[in-house]
């Protein structure tokens, strides 16, 4: 029988309003179920107490003294039941023939709470030991008392305090676990030796939370720790691993004067006032990765025997680093610099340097500061490919500071980067045309090849990274192949001749002026020139036969040449080996330059002999008008046609002692465009392989004073600010 339409409506409203009822219910539950309880706590009572002193438990094969899921009240109304706590617990551990640890996790302990009341009382002085402590626990103790009695015997001496303190140290034998505790007080460690380890573990410190000159034998844990005020850890040690990763600290956190022995986590923290991380000894890693840093962080005359990482840490306030020694790489990569970075009269010991791969920083709104001419130089990328822009920031921030040398020095690591890329495209498998034979020379499996054709033809690979994409390549792989591939579309014919000339261009300017940063080098450069050439055209024009009539210079005129040339040789060479990266490239570079061919025509000239007029006058010829400096930019290398402008030059005088100088004066006009006169080549009975060796000269030369003025623009400060903004 069917349903009438008013029954039809009664069980619809009834459907409603179940539906609404359950999802109230869910609604109301749905905190209950994903909401994690807090562990219920038992108020702690001296009977209490001394149930649970009198039953330790074992916790990773050590007693411990089980106190969690407690309320401690500690505050100043409570100071009987304070006494009590700190006496018995005192009393538990000195009776114990093995050592006890205490396990605060989950507690809640209320007022101030003194680490020093419950740990053994060692005197500083002396060398007993209480025969409580194990022979390893007395050489542990020993083994830092001496440096605490050096540094109180010090700061008494500062003092100016003449009588001796009776000072002693808290040590705690066993393990403190404080995993999930809250300290709703002061939190008072300082001057405590622990033993044992130290777990703190998501601990919360709603206030101060000391632990000054305490020790750290075994590992200290503070994963996930909360410092809601300030977090002391000055002059503290810890001889072993020190975690804390994911700790916030929300107000100021010190560790000054610290010296950490092992590794050092802090990965993931966050420090949210001024962190005072000065004067520290860090003589393991330091890792620093993913914190972020919102007030001023302050690492200054800290010394880092190995690794510093601060990979994708943001800094929105400064950080300084003045005066802080680093043994090993510093890694930034990934990392944000908002504000400031200073590198001031930082120490970068060999093999140590700041790998800014990745780096976020605009020059605009931040700066990274450092020591004039040192700082540029520790800048490192281990390839230009996603870090062009970045080099590119740094050289414009070097400007802005007027550190110009800095700047010229991140700018010759971005053109070597740029040769290294040049010639792997030259000489490098490509990946997107390379046949399989050819990829299994490179040393590729044969799923990685199969996989490798698949995946170009799909889409094409913009840059050998790409290979990580695929899921056969692994990380060894691509680092082992990187280097000899490349990743570009098929190139035309003549795309390979652009390129190997744009390489040879960036070769020559790195090997002869370090891309323009080094005026030093293109002068060493030129004395090296100047001094083959001089020794040239005095051999060229003074020894011209033997036969059938000689014609020959002087032993004291040859003397003399050859000691001028000599010194002008010692001195460019001393300096291109004190300003070249690759001194010996550099020389060759010069020599495939500069002499091949006028060696080649001097041979040849001498093969042939000369027989021809004016042969006992001089090949070159002096402006007699004036004696003067000049700057001869403009001039040719040879006299004008004109007769009275050749009435006015006359051919060098062979019998004077100081004819010598004048082929160094020639060098100098052809090379760097000065000299003391107007000399140049007769236009007269001059065989044309002479004129050939003076022509190439003047033209090496007018390249040279190119160079020469390109860098003297680039490394005077004021000029190259006009001209150099990238």
């Avoid at 039941?81 to 396990?103: A, E, K, M, N, W």
């Avoid at 600290?249 to 923290?269: E, H, I, P, W, Y």
């Avoid at 450069?525 to 050439?533: H, K, N, Q, T």
């Avoid at 003076?694 to 623009?713: D, I, N, P």
Wanted: with cysteine; glycine share 6%.
């Amino acid at each position: 029988m069917p349903v009438s339409q008013p029954a039809w409506c009664a069980l619809l409203r009834r459907m409603v309003l179940l539906l609404s009822l359950l999802t109230s219910v869910l609604v109301l539950a749905k905190p209950a179920w994903c909401a994690i309880a807090p562990p219920e706590r038992t108020p702690l009572t001296l009977a209490l107490l001394q149930q649970r002193l009198e039953a330790p438990v074992q916790l990773d094969g050590k007693l411990t003294l089980d106190l969690r899921h407690l309320v401690i009240d500690l505050r100043s109304e409570e100071t009987e039941f304070g006494d009590q706590f700190y006496q018995q617990v005192r009393t538990r551990l000195q009776r114990s023939d093995t050592p006890l640890g205490i396990d605060l996790s989950f507690s809640q302990i209320q007022g101030t709470f003194e680490a020093s009341r419950l740990g053994l009382r060692v005197p500083l002085y002396g060398e007993a030991l209480s025969s409580t402590f194990t022979e390893a626990e007395q050489d542990q103790l020993r083994r830092d008392r001496r440096r605490l009695a050096q540094l109180s015997q010090l700061s008494r001496s500062l003092l100016l305090q003449r009588q001796s303190l009776n000072l002693t140290i808290t040590v705690l034998r066993g393990p403190l676990r404080l995993d999930q505790a809250r300290f709703e007080g002061v939190a008072n460690f300082t001057n405590s030796f622990f033993l044992d380890a130290l777990n703190a573990q998501g601990t919360c410190f709603a206030k101060t939370a000391d632990f000054s000159d305490t020790r750290m034998s075994q590992s200290a844990t503070f994963t996930g720790a909360e410092f809601r005020e300030e977090a002391r850890f000055r002059s503290t040690i810890f001889f072993k691993r020190a975690s804390f990763s994911q700790v916030s600290f929300r107000d100021d956190v010190t560790f000054q004067g610290s010296t950490l022995k092992a590794t050092a986590n802090m990965s993931k923290a966050t420090f949210a006032a001024i962190a005072n991380f000065t004067r520290i000894a860090w003589e393991g890693n330091a890792d620093f990765a993913q914190t972020e840093w919102q007030g001023l962080a302050k690492f200054d005359r800290s010394r880092f025997q190995q690794g510093l990482f601060f990979t994708d840490a943001v800094f929105a306030e400064p950080v300084t680093m003045r005066q802080v020694q680093f043994s090993q790489p510093v890694n930034l990569r990934g990392a944000a610099i908002l504000s400031e970075a200073d590198f001031g009269d930082a120490v970068f010991d060999s093999g140590a340097y700041l790998n800014v791969v990745g780096l976020q920083f605009n020059p605009d709104n931040a700066k990274l500061l450092g020591s004039p001419g040192e700082i540029g130089r520790a800048v490192s990328v281990p390839t230009l490919q996603g870090n062009e822009t970045l080099l590119r920031n740094l050289i414009r921030n070097f400007r802005l500071l007027e550190q110009i040398a800095d700047a010229n020095q991140v700018d010759y690591l971005r053109q070597r980067l740029r040769l290294r890329e040049l010639g792997r495209s030259l000489t490098g498998l490509n990946l997107n045309t390379a046949s399989p034979a050819q990829l299994q020379r490179l040393g590729l499996s044969s799923p990685q090849i199969d996989a490798l054709v698949a995946a170009r033809v799909e889409q094409p690979l913009r840059n050998p990274g790409d290979l990580l994409k695929i899921d056969t390549f692994d990380l060894a792989t691509y680092i082992d192949v990187r280097d000899r591939t490349v990743a570009i579309d098929s190139r035309r014919p003549f795309d390979r001749f652009g390129t190997a000339a744009l390489w040879l261009q960036t070769a020559v300017l790195l090997l002869l002026t370090r891309s323009g940063t080094s005026t030093g080098l293109i002068f060493g450069v030129g004395l090296v020139a100047i001094a083959f050439y001089s020794i040239l055209f005095w051999l060229l024009d003074r020894y011209r036969r033997r036969h059938p009539e000689p014609i020959l210079p002087t032993l004291e005129e040859a003397l003399w040449i050859s000691g001028a040339a000599a010194a002008f040789v010692v001195v460019g060479l001393s300096i291109i080996l004190r300003t070249s990266d690759y001194p010996g490239f550099t020389l060759l570079c010069l020599v495939i330059v500069a002499v091949p061919l006028p060696l080649g025509c001097t041979l040849w000239l001498y093969r042939q002999g000369r027989y021809h007029d004016l042969m006992e006058t001089s090949y070159f010829v002096e402006d007699g008008s004036t004696r003067q400096l000049r700057i001869l930019i403009n001039k040719l290398p040879t006299i004008p046609r004109y007769p009275l402008f050749r009435e006015r030059y006359n051919p060098l005088l062979w019998d004077r002692r100081w004819n010598w100088l004048n082929y160094i004066d020639v060098s100098l006009n052809n090379i760097l465009r000065f000299g003391f006169n107007d000399l140049r080549l007769r236009d007269q009975a001059v065989p044309a392989l002479i004129t050939l060796i003076v022509w190439y000269q003047w033209v090496l030369g007018l390249l040279y004073v190119g160079l020469l003025l390109w860098t003297l623009s680039r490394t005077i400060p004021g000029l190259n600010l006009l001209i150099y903004f990238k």
